[in-house]
Structure formats: structure tokens, C-alpha cells
């Protein structure tokens, strides 16, 4: 309950605690003693077995680096705590945490860089991180932190890793399943119902299962599990000592450092998220992501109808197997291209075309598959010499290999039909291929433009068979002939799982004779052994393949040396929030039922593809083996917007050590440079400061222009690289955090990106200083007064309640700083000092600015703290219009204005209206012919 201390009280409290009480908005005092009382009263601490409906509110968590938070960083973060503090105000047990996901690659190349242990160099950057959060006044429960490169919090990542690696996915039941129990069906009629994912043509019956050997059942097996080995092209950076992602590869070389990556056929593991793909897309339709989060998901699944048709290689028993959307369209292929890493590749090349392929196949080595992909314009291919055979009319067509078709996607092989593709039309003509004239003059112009019509019209195939119905019907009669079948096929591909690298979960996983086992539950978790050089392991595996004790468990036994991908422990980690001490289990299924679904989830959009598919995926596997009971882990997901940096530059004038101003520069030859915006003042350079700021600058000189230097400026990327990064903790201990988490939302909506302009932050810090005003007087000391509110206070009130309720419940943070600023103000201007409107005001004001909150609070009287105080209730009543000011027109044309009861009768109306002297005035002793009344709109009288 909350209670109020009395008036006299609170003057004794004010006169004993400080010699000066409450005089000014001591900011940096407040702020400190509020956020030491509530860590000390453990303030934010969360059960899990409150009677209180659940929210659970959270963050994408963040890789604590070296270079700390800017203030772009905690834009989600004080999105997410406002609205975590709302709720909570609201009624709701709310579950708010933080943690790092302190595994991967820029650890360990830091580590190789400055000789510190990624260890060392994490534990300091997550101590860095917390400092700087903990400046704002987040409401974490810091009793659940999680760390993902502590050994307690992996342990559970390789036990999910052991679930996948010894399950499969039941297409009849879609649903994930033990292993053991397919183990069980084979025995009883071999695969039979069950085409194997990994590879359609295995097929055996139950007889041949049991005569396998176990190596051979472990190796049929691993085809199914959906975590398991494969080899596959990775991209390979020996300097870095690791596998890359294809976006980790820009022109042939890394995007961290620049070092030359290469193409490698390496074991590695993969998990089959691809059987997941429709589940992926059906819940797409269940949860609340924004339309384009979903179509960037839906696209990147890529589900697609069509049909996969063979084509025989002349000369050869070999087939080239493809898959079109587009099998209507067979009668104009024109050649087959293949993928460069195609297994058909060195079958099928013919002596004569040897050279050509290999230094074909050198080049694609450099190129990573996003570029592959993106550009468009540069065409390349080599002929590999042979021919494929058209199943339906008999046409040899030439093979291609080109870097355009990727061996992940369908089969790694296609049928290309100039007449009916511009990418297939533009390689036809690059190379001076022959093109099927099936079309006419379609060609005139540059587009290819062919009609379905014209194509099918062209064919004599089918008897019969109308092929102006479509595709369905071409699907139907190819299945029927035996050399085509209908086919769903999706873009997305199963998903790399393994890192050549050191910082990163080890595999539970050992060797026993080269087979794959899983490492006993008992023995989690397999701990990363401390090493102090992270040079690459021989052939190309990680560094842990150099600690021979740690990998060699016994005769034939060994360790498998790859570790996991940083996206491991961020795929679940929002399960462990829920349970973090839970050394059983990676969370208690009736915890996880009473949380279940993360309801507000705050994060990038650069995640979409990645982490959300991941996680998604990982939350449908545990579901489905019973461990939790939802399958979708975010029910709501909120993308911010990027603060961008606001960079200033200098010019230096070409060969020398000498600066123009802005204003000057196009009468010199100079060299625009980013300079740190830290020492400018708006656009205003500190030249001091810049000559001390690097030893270069140390001695330059400046052409000013009005007694100053002016700065260039635009608006890019906040980036360390670009010196435009701001420091939080520098505001906050300028103008204090409840100033800078007001003004991170007053800077726009959320979800959109905007840059960061240091100016505006003032006028946020003004508006505090006028709230302090309303309780405290530098003179007087408290002024808060036992009053009845006016009319007109209420309405003020009440006003505010109703629009800082529905924009922090919508998340228009912006919408409500504004409601903020104007109900200051309009109390302000009415003088009020009443404990009934200003008590409600702040509670409003708690998860925007706590710390001022709390402290008034106290002052105005209260034991317990603000955080527990019930959310105000809007009453209409108050803010209801009672009166109407009625434009009053004499034969249509207005002549004064008059306020008005809204529940006056039109007999009232015309009388108060004849009544007015003003009205009187201009009707001039005239007989009046008609009065016109509209209610609640306007009054007029014909004269």
C-alpha cells in the first residue's frame, strides 16, 4: 500500500537529510542514490511465481565489443524498458533481463591482434557494457545475466545441439522425432515411407537395414538427423583461420582485415532447417511482424511450385536433373547451365574444353556467392563441351558452366529459355548462342518479351492435351513419360553450423574410428580448453585441432575440433532468461509455460534471415520433443530504426598540413576528412582541440572564414570509423539519464532511422527542470499543495493520461514525450501545485524519466517506491467538452462567435443567441425572417 507521510514530516526530512534541501534538479545526485537504492532493495527482481498476469519484454541481446555502447546502441534498449516499466505500472510480473552473446569471430581476431585472450578481452568489454547500461537506469533483473561463452550457459547450448543431432523430422507427422524411434521403422520396413532428406536415391528395405553394419545404419542415419555432417564448398580464409559467410566476403577477400578467401571442400555441420521451411512460413501468418519483416522471411524461404525434369547427356548414362517453375516452357530451351561445383562438372567436360573450365573454375574460387548473386550485369560462362539431349522433342542443347547458378539452390542445374528470361536472353546473346525463333520479332527490342501463347502454340506436343491450361497439366503428362516430377521446392538452404575458429562452443560430439558420436549428457558441459595461440589447425581446421591432449580422448577416440557459430547460444537464450540457475535442465517446463512467449521482442531488421530464422527453428525443434510448449518464440517483433551519426569534416588542403574552411574549400585542390565530432560545436571546429586530438594535426594551420572554422557535415553511419560515435555516458553526465532516455525518444518514432543531433537534447533537459518547478521552489522549498483541482487542472490531466497511456502501449515513445512537454507547460500556466494532478503526473512520467520520478515521489510524501504505484486511470468525463463556441452568421456570413452549452435545447440556443448584444448590433432593429441551427456546428440568422 502506498502511504503518505504528512506534510509536517516531510519538512522534518527535509531539514535533516541536506543542509540545502531540494533547492534545484540535482540530477547527477538523484540519479546516483536511486539507482544504488534499487539494486541495494533489489528493486527489479522478477519471480516466477507471481499471481500477476506475465509480460515478458525483451532485447536482442547485444556482442559486447571493445569500442563500448554509442548512443545509437540504446535505442531498443530504452524502448524496451519504458515499455517494460508500463506494464509493470500496469499490474503485469514482468520479465525484462539482459546478457551477452559473447562467443565469435571479432573475440578471437581481437585476441590474435593484441595478444589478450578473448576471455580476458570479453570479461572487460562486458564490465564495460554493464557500467554504461547501468548509467541509464535500465530495470534489468540482473540476477538472470546470462553470458553465452560462460560454461554453465553452454552446456545447455550442445545438450539442444544433442537433441537435434538425434532427431529427424517426420514428414508424415511434421514433426521432429528421436532418431530411436526411426531406428524402430527401419527395422520394421526399411525407408520405405520415409525418403531420406539428405539423399532421395538412398532406398533399402528392412532386411537390408538389418544386415547393415553400424557404421553403414550411423551413415544411412546421418542423412536424416537434423544436425549432421556434410561436405560442402565453404569460403576458406587461412589468414583468419576460418570458414566465412558469404556475406563475410566482399571481392574475393574477407570483410574483416581484407585477407584473400577461397573456395574448400570441407566436412562440416549443418542443421536441416529446410524441413522446417513450411512450418517457417505457416507461422509467419501467427505472429505480429511487421509485413516487411515477414516478405523479407517469406523470400528468403523462397517456396516455389513446379516440377524437376531430366535431361539425358548425350553420349553419357549421366542426367542433368532440373527444377522450373516453369515446365510450360520446355520446347524453348536454347542450353543447360550448371553450377561451376556441380559433380557433373568433371564428368562431362570434354577434353577440348579442359583448360577453358579450369580457369573458369579458378576464377568463381574468388567469387563469394552474394556477389554470385548481385551482380547482374557481369556475365561470365565457359562452354564445358557436352550436350544435353531435350526429353521431349530430342533437341541437343550445350552445356554451360556459369557463375549465376549456385549448386545449393534446387538442383544446381537449369534449363535456360532466352525467349522467356532476361538473364537466360542477355547470356544467349553475350555468348552469340543460337535462340529458338519460336516467338518472331519478340526480339526487337532489348527486353525478351515472349507470350506463354506463342510458345505453347509452337510445340506439337500432346495429342490431346490443351497446354494453354498451364503448367499442371505439362506436369501431369512429364510424370506420366517418367522423366519429370512434381516438385516444392524452397531457396533456403540447411544451415552451416561449423566455425574453424577457437572463441565458440565446443561440439559434443566425439570419433570414435571417424563415426560421429554423441558425448554422454553426464560429461556436458565439453569445455573450452584454454590455449594462448590461435593459429589454424592442420588442414584447414580450427585451433583446436593443435591441442592434441584435449582432442585425442583415447586410441581411435577423437574430439571433434570445429567449433559453433556465434548464432548457437542466441537461438535459444531467451529460453534460459526464464531459468538461468536451472542446473538440470535449460529451463522447467512449468516455467516456461507460465512465460511462454516472449510478448514484446526488440530488435535490428539485419537480424530477419538469420537469428530470427534460427531461433525460430530451434524453439519448433524443442516443442515438438515436448520441452516447451509453444512453437514460436516471439509473439511480437518491433524493429528500431538506426541513430545515425551526424559526421563532420575538415579539408585539408592537398600536400600539406594546412585546413580550409567549409565556406573556402572550392578554391583550394583539398581532401575531405572525417574528424571526431566530439571537439565541434555544431558545425564550429575546436582547432585547439584538433591539433591535440592526433600528432599529425599537431602543427596545422587554418584558413577561417568569419574568425572561424566551419566543418562540413552529412549524415552516415554512427561508426567508431567514422568518428561520429557520441559516448552515452558523456550526456548522461551532462544533462543526466532521464534527459537522455526522454530525448532518444523524442527524436522520432521508433522503427524509423534518424540522425543524432546533440542540440536538441537540451530543450528535453529544460522540460525537466520546469517539472521540478511544479513540486519544488528555490526559495521556498516544497510546494505542493492538499487542494482540490479545477476543472480545468483535471482537464489537463486527464488529457495527458489518455495520450501517454495509448502511445506508450503503442509504442509511439515520440507522441508521448510531446503529451509530456505539453501537460508541463499547461500546468505550468495555470499555476497548479496539487498533489492530486502531480502525483498522477509523475507515475505517468516513471518509465520515461525514473530517477526525477522517484525522487519527487519520496518528496511529496511516500514510503514506498513509485515503481509499485497503480497506473492512472483516464476519465473521459473530465476532458469532455462542455460548451461549443458557435460562429454566429448573420445572413451567412459570420460576425462574432459565442460559447455555448453543448446539451442546450435550439430554444435556449435562439434565445441566448437573441439575447447577445453583439448579435443585436448587426441585426440593426431588422425583423428576423429564420434562425438556422446546427448543433454542435454553427447558428445563423436571416435578417
Known sequence: MITWLGQDVLYIRLLTTQLQPYMEYNFRAIEKKWQEQWVNSHAYRVKNDSTKPKCYVLDMFPYPSGAGLHVGHPLGYISTDIYARYKRLKGYNVLHTMGYDAFGLPAEQYALETGQHPAVTTAHNIKTFREQLDNIGFCYDWSREINTSDPSY????????????????????????????????????????????????????AAQWNS?????????????????????????????????????????????????????????????????????????????????????????????????????????????????????????????????????????????????????????????????MSDVKQITGCFTGAYAVNPLDGREVPVWIAEYVLAGYGT?????????????????????????????????????NPTKDAILQNSNFLDGVDMRKGADMVISKLEEMGIGRRQINYKMRDAGFSRQRYWGEPFPIIYKDGVPYAVEEKDLPVELPHIENYKPGPEGEGPLANITDWVNIAPGVKRETNTMPGYAG??????????????????????????????????????AVGHLLYSRMWTKVLYDLGYIGFHEPFRKLINQGMIQGSSRFVYRVRGTNEFVSYGLKDQYDTDALHVDVNIVDGVVLDVEKFKAWRNEYADATFILENDQYICGQEVEKMSKRLFNTVNPNDLVNRYGADTFRMYEMFLGPVEQSKPWDTKGIEGVHRFLKKLWRLFVDEQKGLIVTNDNPTPEELKVLHTAINKIDNATNSFSFNTAVSAFMICVNDLTTLNCHKRNILESVLILLTPYAPHIAEELWQLVGFNESILNAPYPVYKEEYTKESDFTYPIAINGKTKTEMSLPLDMDEAGLQAAVLANEQVQKYIDGKPLRKIIIVKGRMINLVV
Open 412 to 448: 544446381g542445374a537449369i534449363m535456360a529459355v532466352p525467349c522467356g528470361d532476361q538473364r537466360d536472353f542477355n547470356f544467349a546473346r553475350h555468348f552469340n548462342l543460337a535462340i529458338t525463333n519460336i516467338i518472331g520479332d519478340a526480339f526487337t527490342g532489348e527486353e525478351a
Open 154 to 205: 553452454y552446456k545447455w547450448t550442445q545438450w539442444i545441439f544433442l537433441q537435434l543431432f538425434e532427431s529427424w523430422y517426420n514428414r508424415s507427422t511434421e514433426k521432429a522425432e528421436p532418431v530411436s524411434e526411426l531406428v524402430k521403422i527401419f527395422q520394421k520396413e526399411g525407408n520405405i515411407h520415409h525418403t531420406c532428406p539428405g539423399d532421395r536415391q538412398i532406398q533399402f528395405t
Open 212 to 372: 547393415y553394419s553400424e557404421t553403414e545404419q550411423r551413415d544411412i542415419l546421418m542423412q536424416y538427423r537434423l544436425a549432421f555432417l556434410a561436405y560442402a564448398e565453404v569460403n576458406w580464409c587461412a589468414a583468419l583461420g576460418t570458414v566465412l559467410a558469404n556475406d563475410e566476403v566482399i571481392n574475393g577477400v574477407s570483410e574483416r582485415g581484407g585477407y584473400p578467401v577461397v573456395k574448400k571442400k570441407m566436412r562440416q555441420w549443418f542443421l536441416r532447417i529446410t524441413e522446417y521451411a513450411n512450418r517457417l512460413l505457416e507461422g509467419l501468418e501467427t505472429v505480429e511482424f511487421s509485413d516487411a519483416m515477414k516478405e523479407m522471411q517469406r523470400n528468403w524461404i523462397g517456396k516455389s511450385q513446379g516440377a524437376e525434369i531430366k535431361f539425358n547427356v548425350k553420349n553419357s548414362d549421366d542426367k542433368i536433373e532440373v527444377y522450373t517453375t516453369r515446365p510450360d516452357t520446355i520446347f524453348g530451351v536454347d542450353f543447360m547451365v550448371i553450377a561451376p561445383e556441380h559433380e557433373l562438372v568433371k564428368k562431362i567436360t570434354t577434353p577440348e574444353q579442359q583448360a577453358a573450365i579450369d580457369a573458369y573454375l579458378e576464377y568463381v574460387q574468388s567469387r563469394s556467392e552474394r556477389e554470385r
Open 570 to 607: 542466441s537461438s535459444w537464450y531467451f529460453l534460459r532468461y526464464m531459468d538461468p540457475h536451472n542446473t538440470h535442465t535449460f529451463a522447467d517446463r512449468p516455467i516456461t509455460d507460465y512465460w511462454n512467449q516472449v510478448d514484446v521482442y526488440v530488435g535490428g531488421t539485419e537480424h
